[in-house]
């Protein structure tokens, strides 16, 4: 059995308070190569434990007695960012390691107070990370440590040119790591340009999106969707279930309805307030409702562990918002549950689907209707 190696008393003690008593793949290939302060790309699948495979190293590597950071984690969403820092402060709490999250919506004079206090490791989406940079309230000077999370989602998001003016801004002499879920030209140009030679290390994802996950497809019109989906929830029952729609318009349509029919259910999109959105996720998260209608924009600061279906309402423009989806929930991979992801398509977006399978080496169970 893999254990964790090389780790200072302080971290191994939290780690197994935490349960991490066997690294996952990512873990076990990336935290040596982290530790050696080596530049890292990683193609991981989202789900697959790299939050701690780069956070793991982090914790270890960083000075406590330095009062400026360390070390900037690059995040796509606000969620993602409270997530990674909660995590970091579970990791480093015996070696009282300090994350501050900085991401928009949130008081930035509250976030400016937080960094002139000791802070180790600063977590934020690029906006307001730049904001602070350009302000002059985000010291760099002490900066060893770029960890780009999810670096895939945040090109998609548009956000490639923020990220590379925070990158210009931070001192070259650094330890630089990249972690996306697909390896698109803008992700690997991004990775030619900024980083030292880096180790490359590719997690296969075929044991978390096929050998875990069922998938299942019904084609349909689009004026019967709704009645499909009340079908497949009376015949499949799902104890927890995140339902995606590719639009807020879609997911409040869809929301709307199913609370009219007393469905256990609530919503995430980015249209709603931040504190609103942390409560859903926190509410679901404790099992308060079944159903949580999102965004694949929300949904990218998810991480449930104890999700049994998936459903598909809408099909995503690409093929990376496929993967995310299914990679959220990653609960089967540390369980012995199967995971059901379902699809209910109209004819018009099969084609579309067969290409998004086939990129991802998956098969498709095509149900009647």
């Excluded at 998936?310 to 609960?331: F, M, Q």
Aim: proline content about 4%.
């Amino acid at each position: 059995m893999t254990v964790f190696k090389g780790l200072s008393k302080e971290i191994t003690t939290a780690l197994s308070s935490l349960g991490f008593d066997t690294p996952t793949e990512v873990q076990a290939k990336v935290i040596p190569v982290a530790l050696e302060k080596k530049d890292l790309v990683v193609k991981s699948q989202t789900g697959s434990g790299k939050t701690a495979a780069y956070g793991i190293p982090l914790c270890e590597l960083v000075e406590w007695n330095e009062n400026k950071p360390q070390a900037l984690i690059l995040t796509p969403t606000r969620e993602l960012a409270v997530q990674v820092t909660e995590d970091i402060a579970n990791i480093g709490r015996f070696k009282r390691i300090k994350a501050t999250a900085l991401y928009g919506k949130s008081p930035f004079h509250i976030q400016r107070a937080e960094l002139k206090q000791r802070t180790h490791m600063v977590v934020g989406t690029p906006g307001r990370v730049l904001d602070h940079i350009e302000r002059g309230t985000l010291a760099l000077d002490r900066l060893a440590y770029l960890v780009i999370d999810e670096a895939d989602e945040m090109l998609n998001m548009g956000f490639i040119e923020q990220v590379q003016s925070i990158i210009q801004a931070l001192p070259s002499n650094r330890v630089t790591m990249l972690f996306s879920a697909t390896f698109p030209e803008d992700v690997a140009k991004l990775s030619r340009r900024y980083m030292d030679k880096p180790a490359k290390i590719e997690i296969q994802a075929s044991g978390l999106t096929t050998a875990t996950i069922e998938h299942s497809l019904i084609e349909i019109k689009e004026a019967d969707k709704l009645t499909l989906l009340r079908d497949v929830l009376v015949v499949e029952n799902p104890d927890s279930c995140i339902i995606f729609c590719r639009t807020q318009e879609n997911v409040d349509k869809l929301f709307r309805s199913m609370a009219e029919l007393d469905y256990p259910c609530d919503r995430i999109h980015g249209g709603l307030e931040q504190e609103e959105r942390f409560e859903v996720m926190n509410a679901f998260r404790r099992g308060q409702f079944r159903y949580l209608i999102a965004t694949d924009v929300a949904a990218r600061g998810i991480d449930i562990t104890n999700i049994t279906h998936v459903i598909n309402y809408d099909i995503p423009l690409e093929k990376e918002s496929y993967v995310h989806r299914t990679g959220r929930t990653d609960a089967p991979a540390r369980t012995e549950r199967r995971l059901r992801s379902w699809r209910l398509m109209t004819a018009s977006g099969w084609r579309r689907l067969k290409t998004i399978l086939a990129s991802r080496s998956q098969g498709c169970r095509l149900l009647p209707k």
